[in-house]
């Protein structure tokens, strides 16, 4: 039995995927879940978990980068967040 060493270590295509993304029925869970809690549950907390989750929806910001957004990042004028020390430590815009 010959076992071929080269298609064992080869890195072209690797046994898993690198990267999960959030399917469109995965974000409906998401926000239909938000938008309960924002009926039954705590006011003050529940609107802050919807923000977070259309934030993240309509910017398509990295989580490690919406942590570090403050209100003075937020232009309300234009409607821009800017998000600081992104991927590959850059700044960058995103529209609302």
């Avoid at 076992?3 to 898993?16: G, Q």
């Avoid at 995965?26 to 309960?36: D, G, N, P, S």
């Avoid at 549950?41 to 957004?69: C, H, Q, W």
Wanted: net charge positive; hydrophobic share 40%.
């Amino acid at each position: 039995m010959h076992i071929n060493m080269d298609n064992l270590f080869s890195t072209k295509n690797p046994p898993f995927n690198l990267y999960t993304y959030f399917t469109i029925y995965k974000w409906r869970i998401l926000l239909e879940f938000a938008i309960f809690t924002m009926w039954f549950g705590n006011p003050k907390t529940s609107f802050r978990d919807m923000m977070i989750v259309k934030t993240l929806l309509y910017t398509g910001a990295r989580v490690s980068e919406l942590i570090n957004i403050k209100l003075a990042d937020v232009d309300f004028h234009y409607c821009q967040i800017r998000i600081n020390k992104g991927k590959g430590n850059k700044d960058r815009k995103r529209k609302l």
